[in-house]
Structures are given as C-alpha cells and as structure tokens.
C-alpha cells in the first residue's frame, strides 16, 4: 500500500472501499486541509450524482470528469455502479490526493477510470466531455466558466457550492462580490441562494451564446447542488429576481425589479428542476435513506413553480399558532390548488395558492 504522510481507514460507500484520511470530520466544509479531503455527509450529493450519470450514460454519454475528486470516491462509485459504457477521468491538483485515487483505483478494480494531476481549469481546455462534475472547497465560481464550455451539447454539468453564506445572505458582500448578485436573508434564503448559483451560471453560459436546462437542484446541509443539461445553442435564459413584500410575505419571481419590496437577484426565476427527468431517478436499495427522502420530497414539489412559505414565519407574521403542515396541505387541496412539502424548510411549503388563500388558512378558527 502507498505510504501517506497521515493516518489513512478504509470506509464503505456505495459499491466502493475507499482508502480516506483518517481526521475529524464534521458536518460542514470546516477548515480546508491540505490532505485529500473527503466528508461523509456528502454521500446523499454522491447518490444522486449516480443516478444522474445513469440517465446520461443510457442517452448515449460516456466520458466523465469528475474535476476535484480529492480521495477519488465520487468518480470510483461512478466507474462502479453506473451501468454501460463510461470511462471515468478522476483528477485533483493535489499529490497526495492523486496518489489516493491511484490506489482507490486499484483497489478496486476498476479499468474505466483513470487519474490526472492537473489544475482543473487548465484541464477543461484541453477537451470536452459528457458530464463535467465541480465540486470544489467554497465557490464554484472560478471554475464555471471553463466548466461550461468543456460540456458537449446536450451533456450535463454539476456544480457545489459550500459557500452558502454568502450565496444565502449571511455576508451579503461577499455574494455581490462573487455571484454579482443580491442575496437575500429571510426564512426562504436558500431557495434564494440556489437560484442565485444557477443564474450565476445561466449568466456565463450566455456569454459564450449556450443554454442551460436544470434537471435536478437542491439544499442539502452546508452545500448547494445544481445538476444543468447544456445546450449548443442560446436559449432562453429566465432570469429575474426574486420579490417579497416585508409586510404580506407574498413572494413571486419576476422578470423586473421592484423598489416597493425586498429583492434578491439577478437570479434563475424558471425552474430549477425538470419534473420529467426526476421522474426516472430511482434510488437503488443499497442508496442512503436520506437520498430516497430527499429525492420524493423534491419530486412532490418540482411541479409548483411559485416560491415556498415558511410556516413558521407566516404564523409569526399573523400572530397566531403554526398549524400542521398536513393540515396546511390539506386545506389547500381541498380548495383546488397544488401545494407539496419543499426540501429546503422542515416548517415550509409550496403552492401556488395566490396569497389571500393561504392566509386563510393560517386564520382559520
């Protein structure tokens, strides 16, 4: 076995046995370390990286990059449980983390899956692939651009950020700064900041006259995750901000910016995930609870593309109890509009029940 200069364990994940450093790992990104970083909370964001890579690889894709791959694990489960034919480029500037993927690679017996040690933006602009995948320490940013034009038409590139501070309100500045963007710090925030990642995207995409499609977005603990289909061609780009009156609450997404009500933007005001491709994810047995869970959640929800609600801010507003969220669904339905649980809010809900609908719900006796 390669001697590291760090205590090392193997760990199960998926179909794969992973050789990771043994350190202190907790739930968010933490302090950056200069050995090959690998966090266990991010299984569910590799999860369903599997099942994205599958719905491609059936489509016809075959080439994979996985860009910052650190210990190698994301790109080894790829080469594993991904079926058809797929080859697997793993790569990361980092020496010891590509003497880890080596022997992860070796480890388990993979022929269609090779590592590099390059600086990702440089590696981008030597070829193309089917699927690019970028999830770095903090902010995309710096990698989007290159990332975007290193998808073939039609192909799909996945993008994290663990920057959500930023992106969702916390250091307003530093999103301005970074995402030339508006945040903005309510209950909604990470809806917000979500959008304000992909029509970071859509805005870079458009400058070199291509298109994205979001198939599957989410909010998971300390990161952001956006998984877009690129188009050849300019298409469409909904972007907007994102409106909300500090009185009512009512929130919408427009296309204009208001000076009458808090805004946030220029972000991705259509919709940020494809109700159809989501439906042909099917979590595999051996797959976290957690991805399942998440996965029906946003299913239910793909299909209303009004903002959520938080309850509890709803209730606060109007100074009465929170009521269930089964009895606030229920209510809704009954009156004939949509409404689903979201994955961003345990306490929040989507509908496309106009506001005064909604409020009568909440001031029922």
Same mark, same amino acid.
């Given at each position: ?10 760990? =199960? ?42 719905? *491609?690889?059936?489509?016809? !894709? ?17 080469? *594993? ?12 500037? =980092?020496?010891?983390?590509?003497? *880890?993927?080596?022997? =992860? ?15 990702? =933006? ?86 070199? !006259? ?7 977005? +989410? ?32 929130? +919408? ?113």
């Amino acid at each position: 076995m390669v001697k590291f200069g760090f205590e090392t364990e193997e760990i =199960n994940e998926g179909k794969a046995r992973i050789i990771v450093p043994k350190t202190r790992r907790g739930k968010g990104p933490g302090k950056k370390e200069a050995f090959p970083f690998y966090n266990p909370v991010m299984e569910v964001n590799r999860d369903v990286s599997i099942l994205v890579v599958q719905k *491609l690889v059936e489509k016809g !894709g075959s080439r994979i990059l996985d860009g910052l791959s650190g210990t190698g694990i994301r790109g080894i489960r790829l080469a *594993l449980e991904v079926e058809g034919g797929l080859s697997v480029l793993l790569n990361d500037w =980092n020496e010891d983390s590509f003497e *880890l993927m080596l022997e =992860n690679i070796k480890k388990n017996g993979v022929n269609n899956a090779e590592a590099r040690q390059e600086d990702l =933006n440089q590696l981008l602009s030597k070829g193309t692939f089917d699927y690019v995948d970028v999830d770095p320490f903090g902010t995309p940013v710096q990698f989007v651009d290159k990332a975007l034009k290193a998808v073939d038409d039609g192909g799909c590139l996945a993008i994290t950020a663990t920057d959500t501070a930023a992106l969702a309100g916390s250091y307003p500045g530093a999103c301005r700064r970074k995402y030339d963007a508006e945040p903005m710090q309510t209950r909604t925030r990470h809806e917000v900041g979500l959008r304000i990642l992909i029509g970071h995207c859509a805005r870079c995409a458009a400058d070199h !006259g291509i298109g994205i499609h979001p198939l599957v977005s +989410h909010s998971s603990d300390h990161y952001y995750r956006t998984y877009m289909k690129v188009t050849g061609g300019k298409s469409d780009q909904e972007l907007g901000y994102l409106l909300k009156d500090p009185d009512t609450l009512e929130t +919408h997404l427009d296309v204009t910016k208001r000076s009458d009500v808090s805004s946030a933007g220029p972000l991705w005001i259509g919709r940020i995930w494809d109700p159809d491709f989501l439906r042909e994810l099917r979590p595999r047995s051996y797959m976290s609870s957690k991805t399942s869970k998440l996965l029906d959640t946003i299913k239910a929800e793909s299909t209303i593309d009004e903002p959520y609600y938080s309850s509890d801010e709803m209730a606060s507003r109007l100074k009465v109890h929170t009521p269930s969220l089964a009895s606030i669904l229920e209510s809704l339905r009954d009156n004939g509009y949509s409404a689903s649980l979201t994955h961003f809010d345990p306490k929040g809900f989507r509908t496309d029940a106009p506001l005064e609908s909604i409020l009568s719900v909440f001031q029922a006796d």
